[in-house]
């Protein structure tokens, strides 16, 4: 009886049934490259890859859809990463000196990644000193029941597997020393130990190299140095596969290849020495890697080693065969590199195929077996960042026709410099199924290109790349010097990878992109003012760009322009290759940063938005329709560019102070004593006082009409409908700026035989003003159904049903603080919720989306979306504005990922996490794209004896799930919410968009629920105590 004792007004349990078939949170996926990157591992056997971060973060990459994450407790760097061949477990090694094992195991028919122990080294009091056991290499015995661990004290250890068991039979630096002549010792020490290596013959002999040069070959059966190597200071190991020979670089910038024979038990003097970079001092050779070939030359692979004074600060790869030398030159710093090469101990030779590049800033992959070494295209870790993102946008449901030029085109784009082969990293198996519609993603980035990415699936595979820098005379040209080397230049360097972080002209970067998914057509607008329409042609072609300058500030006086210039086009004819070529550009004038772009491809018009106004321009015609300057007249701060906002930053501070001030002072003075409103409030100040919740109800003071900035255009839409009068419906465009203005023009479209001969009108129809002027963030149509109104080109070519045009449209205006509903053509509010209100939070990005039920294919609702500045996430029903759900996703001190996110129209989402990584989010219950793959896996030793019983960790970056079974109904959670309510903030509970308010209870007071409320200290006990004794899970139980 107890649970219906607070159940709200018009709450409907089957409401909540349908809600939890609509909407369901969940983080599903990371496109991108992982952030920080610091070890790398590879399982021939499983063909798995692996990548540590410098966050904590393990990410298995196999196949396509092929992925896993695991996150180790501690955020610490991941230094060294090992996979125990073919048995799915991994071992590894963070910063502080642990050790930790994980398996990939299956849970519900799907392979995940899971922590099952970790150890760390101990010391020895009095003998060793704590960095002494700190772990530098770590070799994995290819029977993968030993583990040695080699420290910085000369000391190596050694583990039994999988349990992490340390064995008694350490080797000490003053075992070893037994073993090196009288002459080297000097009393010194050896150093650390730089390497281990397994010898490939005989399983009880490995080659133990310490930093002094010193390098053992080491019985561990006879505890005996077989053979002892006096080297210079030593950087790594190989050994060749025939086991005749070793190779060790060192810190000069050289390698020294060492014969391995029992008849020369002490060896001073290497078969070889090279510094391949010499004469001059050159950096060391971190890294080197000798694999034979049936061919005849070996194939020899080192990083560094360049000229210190030349090239000290290249990042290189180095790869020689026989006469054939190459320098491969990255832009960020290599991490680790492995081969691609034969295993199977009965073959002769290593017969290398690929080598994988593991660099600061993106993945590289080179075939070995195509002559001149080309790249392969990587289907997964693309580098997003390759140059700064700047804006993105989302297309679903794209045609095949389109897809399939936009693919076309991205294949002509791959020269000779990539290779066609199939992806090397290729274990396991996905499960997903395959997409129901291609999705795009565009992203524009400071560079001024454009990157369209296949984003139907759990990779986000790149497709093609757009560039908008040869359409203007930029301060620098393109020719990079390194990519095409000549004949005598030493080092031969060959520039390799996409991440370019350097941009020739700022005023190139992408501010906003525009796809028409039917026609093709692409509006691209940057930095300086440019806006660009283009059209996507599977020919090359040679032409001149036509430039139409739209000044916006119509010749208002008292304004001048201090920042950027315009980017000056080129005159000539340009050449363009096949994708998109621009058909003509308009340039706004001042040339700021453009802030809002639309396209309607049925009418042939555009819409752009700066700080200073808006335009409409026919590009069919090649000619402005209407330009509307939205300037206030104290808005001198939008003239002076992106540069100086020193002062606005000052001004609007005091401005914020002033407001909360006023807000309380006015507060107060509105309280009548002993109303019922009144005793609402205390009760609201009391808990506030008690657990720091905000009250319920916020005051929101206007803004100022001069605030910085009022002028900036935040959003623009076209629409067919009612503005005139309600019998006549016709081609409109709504405009939306920073201080709460709505702009709506009636337009006069030609029919379409006519577009060349008769000019397009534009008719301003009706001007609204918000009442406390916040910045408008959307602006949508409904139709008389209240659904949104479809895309251009929808109802014609019978993609969509035909918008209701018997009923009355409404428009959607969503501030930064409210929504809200009008009525047309009359723009009488019909409805509205206000967010900041009730919520103290701003509305940061709005769409509309459409929520399929997983009960019924036949079943949808539109909804709209809405994410604050606190980085939560808030569903309403349309047109009706009633809060559905409400979810934390984005933690509100990430600005950035706040600032990145877009919405798709099925009710998923994306937003960077990092530089270079976007983060996927679903709140649909029934679109979720998410990896589901499996792994078949030889594992000798059982594991369910080491699994700690604890919860799986969460996914990298804090990525975490939240399964539709989570979601409870609110109907059987009144008492734990209002518990909850009193423990955290009210912006916190995940209920709270259900409109909780008090004001709806009566005289609620603190009298009311104090039998519901505990301390923390009581409800920690409680949990524990239910949690020991009998396993329940925590919370309140009302019978």
């Known amino acids: 009886m107890m649970k219906f004792r607070f159940r709200r007004q018009g709450n409907d349990p089957q409401r909540e049934k349908i809600k939890q078939e609509l909407f369901a949170f969940n983080k599903t996926v990371e496109h991108g490259f992982p952030n920080q990157p610091s070890a790398l591992a590879y399982d021939p056997k499983l063909q798995l890859m692996a990548i540590g971060t410098k966050s904590g973060a393990i990410k298995v990459y196999g196949a396509p859809g092929v992925e896993f994450t695991g996150l180790h407790k501690d955020t610490a760097t991941v230094t060294q990463i090992h996979f125990l061949y073919g048995q799915g477990r991994i071992l590894s090694l963070l910063d502080d000196n642990s050790l930790h094992l994980w398996e990939i195991n299956l849970k519900d028919g799907y392979s995940h990644l899971e922590e099952i122990h970790s150890y760390t080294l101990p010391g020895r009091p009095g003998i060793e000193s704590t960095s002494a056991t700190r ?81 053992l070959l080491w019985d561990m059966d006879t505890r005996h140095a077989d053979n002892v190597f006096l080297g210079k200071q030593l950087e790594s190991l190989v050994w060749e596969r025939s086991a005749s ?70 990042h290189c790869l180095t790869i020689l065969q026989d006469s054939t030398h190459v320098t491969l030159d990255f832009t960020s710093r290599v991490i680790d590199f492995f081969t691609i090469h034969c295993i199977d101990p009965q073959k002769e030779f290593d017969d290398p195929t690929a080598v994988v590049v593991l660099l600061e800033e993106e993945l590289v992959v080179i075939d070995l077996l195509t002559p001149g070494w080309p790249t392969v295209p990587s289907p997964y870790l693309a580098p997003l960042h390759s140059s700064a993102i700047t804006c993105s946008c989302h297309t679903s449901n794209v045609p095949t026709r389109l897809w399939e030029r936009i693919v076309s085109a991205g294949l002509q784009q791959q020269g000779q410099q990539q290779t066609h082969v199939s992806w090397p990293i290729c274990g396991g198996k996905s499960l997903a199924p395959e997409p129901k519609q291609k999705e795009l ?9 454009v990157r369209f990415w296949d984003a139907s699936g759990v990779s986000l595979r790149p497709l093609y790349k757009l560039s908008t820098a040869n359409v203007f005379q930029t301060d620098c040209e393109h020719n990079d010097s390194l990519t095409q080397a000549g004949e005598e230049e030493w080092p031969p360097f060959r520039k390799v990878g996409c991440f370019d972080p350097y941009s020739d002209d700022p005023r190139l970067g992408i501010q906003k992109i525009c796809l028409c998914k039917y026609s093709g057509k692409l509006v691209v607008a940057g930095t300086a003012g440019q806006v660009m329409v283009m059209n996507l042609s599977e020919e090359k072609s040679e032409h001149m760009v036509d430039v139409a300058t739209v000044d916006l500030l119509q010749d208002r006086e008292g304004f001048t322009w201090k920042g950027h210039d315009r980017l000056p086009p080129k005159t000539g004819p340009v050449v363009f290759a096949p994708g998109y070529q621009p058909t003509v550009l308009a340039q706004c004038m001042p040339p700021a940063a453009v802030t809002a772009v639309t396209l309607h491809a049925e009418w042939n018009l555009i819409a752009f938005g700066t700080s200073h106004g808006f335009g409409l321009f026919d590009y069919h015609r090649r000619s402005p329709v209407l330009a509307r300057c939205t300037l206030h007249p104290n808005d001198s701060l939008a003239m002076e560019g992106p540069l100086s906002r020193v002062k606005s930053l000052k001004k609007s501070l005091r401005q914020s102070f002033r407001r909360i001030r006023k807000s309380r002072v006015s507060g107060k003075k509105r309280m009548v004593v002993n109303s019922p409103a009144s005793k609402v409030q205390e009760a609201n100040a009391h808990l506030a006082e008690q657990d720091d919740i905000a009250p319920v109800q916020r005051r929101i003071e206007p803004r100022s009409a001069d605030d910085s900035l009022s ?62 002027r916040a910045p408008v963030v959307s602006i949508a149509v409904l139709d008389g159904r209240g659904n949104p109104l479809p895309e251009p080109y929808e109802v014609s070519r019978d993609l969509a049903k035909a918008p209701d045009m018997q009923g009355s449209h409404s428009v959607l205006i969503a501030s930064e603080e409210q929504f809200k509903v009008f009525m047309l053509p009359k ?75 877009v919405f798709t129209k099925t009710g998923q989402g994306f937003y960077l996490i990092s530089p270079s990584e976007y983060e996927r989010f679903s709140l649909s219950a029934r679109v979720i794209t998410e990896p589901l793959c499996q792994v078949e896996v030889d594992r000798p030793h059982d594991s369910a004896t080491l699994s700690d019983p604890t919860t799986a960790p969460p996914h990298a970056n804090g990525t975490h799930k939240k399964t539709t079974g989570e979601l409870k109904s609110l109907a059987e959670a009144e008492v734990d919410e209002l518990q909850h309510a009193l423990h ?30 505990v301390t923390v200290d009581e409800a920690e006990n409680n949990r524990r105590n239910i949690t020991e004794e009998d396993g329940r899970p925590p919370g309140i139980l009302i019978n």
Request: net charge negative.
């Open 245 to 314: 020979t070793f190779v060790s670089s060192h810190s000069d910038g050289g390698y020294m290849v060492w014969p391995v024979s029992s008849d020369a038990p002490c060896t001073t003097q290497p078969a070889t020495a090279t510094i391949p970079y010499g004469p001059f001092p050159c950096k060391a050779v971190n890294k080197i890697l000798w694999r034979t070939t049936e061919s005849g030359a070996p194939l020899v692979l080192f990083s560094g080693g360049m000229p210190r004074a030349s090239y000290g600060d290249r």
């Open 441 to 449: 993603l565009l992203t524009g980035h400071e560079d001024g290109t």
């Open 827 to 901: 723009v009488s509010a019909k409805t509205k919720f206000k967010l900041t209100a009730h919520e103290g939070c701003r509305v940061r990005k709005v769409a509309l989306a459409n929520f399929g039920s997983t009960a019924s294919d036949d079943y949808a609702e539109n909804g709209l979306v809405c994410l604050t500045n606190l980085g939560d996430i808030h569903v309403f029903s349309v047109p009706a504005l009633r809060p559905q759900v409400r979810y934390d996703c984005i933690r509100k001190e990430d600005i950035s990922g706040i600032a990145s996110c």
């Open 711 to 772: 002028g900036v255009v935040r959003c623009l839409c076209f629409a067919d409908t009612y503005l005139r009068d309600g019998t006549h419906h016709g081609p409109t465009m709504w405009a939306g700026t920073n201080s709460g203005s709505v702009y709506a023009y009636a337009l006069e479209v030609p029919p379409q035989e006519r577009f060349s001969e008769q000019s397009v009108e534009a008719l301003l129809g009706k001007e609204i003003q918000l009442m406390h």
């Open 135 to 215: 772990v530098t290499v770590l070799l994995l015995k290819l029977s993968c029941e030993l583990l040695c661990v080699g420290t910085e004290g000369g000391g190596v250890h050694f583990l039994e597997l999988p349990g992490l068991t340390l064995l008694d039979k350490s080797l000490l630096q003053e075992e070893v020393l037994q073993s090196v002549p009288e002459d080297y010792k000097h009393g010194k020490s050896l150093g650390p130990v730089e390497s281990l290596q397994e010898h490939p013959r005989l399983q009880d002999k490995i080659l133990i190299g310490y930093s002094r040069g010193l390098v």
């Open 984 to 1013: 955290s903030t009210a912006l916190d509970s995940p209920n709270s968009s259900a409109d909780l308010t008090l004001d709806t209870t009566g005289e609620l007071t603190v009298e009311d629920v104090k039998d519901f409320l």
